[in-house]
């Protein structure tokens, strides 16, 4: 009894410690330690749109909270063009067709009218020193998404971002980095988007984590026509940094995450509950070098595809050789658990670890690994904090 009042004491007294800015909870951990937001400066809480888009540009620090829904759904109007219906549409309504903003559709795909609310493709620039913080369960972004570009040491906490044109392929993105650095998104959750969930662009993303976020897949309008959405998060820039650590993705096909292909990505994934995924979590191509330990995977189709270890990429997956990781990371990695899931391959690239080990604040396990599964769904996402 003695020593459970005593754990519970000593890990009370370090969350009041960490509490590092005021309204932000916490303090950011793996890659992106150091990271301090908006720091001390006296909070804001914005009432209109035009506010809240005033409070994140610009680099003065500010902590921002927000303590109501955000609606940007009709801000910018309608607009009605051509798109195109992509070969993976094989379920009409119920897949997505695609806008052809970024002159993605091919000419083989047949033509098709689309209707969209334009906010949602023109994302709200962050500016340097931020954190932008929910207040219990009522900080939501409706209907546009984040781009943070050449800017550094943002906190994204608490927030839900949703309702991103979720019909239509390149119907926007919730959360866009590049040429970045020192950014911790924690304790969000993103549901309903037409693309990425979060995607990293061929500039370096620099020092990312992202930790105790639901990526909630569910959706009317699926690209892989199973009822998952597939876009989830994609990380291919030139120096991307990533830890991964207790999230919830659930009822997500595909990119969940796609890692590589591009540029060089470092990743670290720990501790997360990927849950009744009809198609593929882990993609990891050339430029991919990521450390997938501790993870729950349950009723997962493709826990991690082939391609992972015949692309290029460079993949602990740590079947066994948990040991390998103590002089690196300070202590053993743990194995993954599968549960009604498919095949997880022995992976044993370890050239990884000093990476991820020299970021510091290394995340520690969730023991047992079968514990997982609960402590991430009772933690991740948002008014849990």
């Not at 559709?105 to 020193?129: K, L, W």
């Not at 053993?332 to 022995?346: F, I, M």
Request: net charge negative; with cysteine.
């Amino acid at each position: 009894m003695k020593t459970s009042i005593s754990i519970w004491a000593t890990a009370l007294l370090h969350l009041a410690a960490s509490v590092s800015a005021a309204g932000v909870t916490g303090k950011a951990f793996g890659f992106a330690t150091g990271t301090t937001g908006g720091g001390s400066a006296t909070p804001v809480t914005p009432t209109t749109n035009d506010e809240l888009i005033k409070y994140l540009t610009g680099d003065e620090p500010r902590v921002i909270l927000i303590d109501r829904t955000f609606d940007f759904t009709l801000s910018e109007g309608t607009a009605t063009e051509t798109g195109c219906i992509p070969d993976s549409n094989t379920c009409g309504e119920h897949g997505q067709n695609a806008l052809d903003g970024p002159n993605w559709c091919s000419s083989s795909y047949p033509s098709v009218e689309v209707t969209y609310n334009v906010a949602a493709t023109d994302p709200i620039y962050v500016g340097s020193n931020k954190s932008l913080v929910g207040v219990g369960s009522k900080g939501v972004i409706r209907g546009r998404g984040l781009k943070l570009t050449s800017v550094e040491n943002v906190i994204i906490q608490n927030i839900h971002i949703t309702d991103l044109n979720p019909q239509y392929i390149w119907g926007g993105d919730a959360i866009t980095l590049g040429n970045t650095d020192k950014i911790w998104i924690d304790h969000c959750k993103i549901s309903l988007v037409g693309r990425q969930m979060i995607v990293t662009g061929f500039d370096p993303a620099g020092h990312v984590t992202i930790s105790h976020t639901e990526f909630d897949g569910i959706t009317d309008w699926s690209s892989s026509c199973n009822g998952d959405h597939y876009w989830t998060m994609l990380f291919l820039g030139k120096e991307d940094y990533i830890t991964l650590a207790d999230n919830y993705v659930h009822d997500c096909s595909g990119r969940a995450p796609k890692v590589g292909g591009s540029g060089a990505v470092t990743m670290h994934a720990v501790n997360n509950f990927f849950w009744n995924n009809l198609g593929h979590d882990f993609d990891v191509a050339e430029g991919g070098s990521v450390l997938v330990e501790n993870n729950s995977f349950n009723n997962v189709t493709t826990p991690m595809t082939e391609a992972s270890s015949t692309e290029g990429g460079k993949v602990f997956t740590v079947v066994s050789g948990g040991e390998k990781c103590a002089s690196s990371l300070g202590r053993n990695c743990g194995a993954n658990t599968l549960v009604e899931s498919g095949d997880w391959p022995s992976l044993g690239d370890t050239s990884m670890l000093q990476t991820i080990g020299d970021a510091g604040s290394v995340p520690a396990l969730i023991s047992p690994v079968t514990d997982v599964a609960h402590q991430v769904m009772a933690n991740a996402g948002v008014g849990k904090i």
